[in-house]
C-alpha cells in the first residue's frame, strides 16, 4: 500500500494524520498484508468453515414486540428535533 492509498482511506475514515504518522501507519499497514498474505498460503483443504470458536447456541432472545414510545416520549431528550423528527449533522458527502 503506498502513502496515497493510505490518505484515502484516512480521509473516508475523516481522519487526518502528519507525515511522520503517515509513514509509520503505511508501515504497520503494509505489515499487517504481509501478515495476511502468510495465512492465505496455509492449506486448509478438508477443515470445514466454522462460524466462531464457540460451540454455543444462540443467545439471541426471540424478537417480541412490546409497547411503543410515543413521538413526543422518544424526542423528549433528543438535542435538536426539527418538525417531530430528530435532527441530527450531515455525515455523508464534502463537508
Known sequence: MTSEQI?????????????????GFTAQFNQIVA???????ADTNGIEPME???????????????????AAEALRNAPRKTEGFFSVPKVLGES
Open 7 to 23: 490518505e484515502y482511506i484516512a480521509k473516508l475514515a475523516r481522519l487526518r494524520f502528519s507525515a511522520e504518522e503517515l509513514a
Open 35 to 41: 501478515y495476511v498474505e502468510q495465512l492465505n498460503q
Open 52 to 70: 466462531s470458536l464457540l460451540d454455543a447456541g444462540s443467545t439471541l432472545r426471540e424478537d417480541e414486540p412490546g409497547t411503543m414510545l410515543s
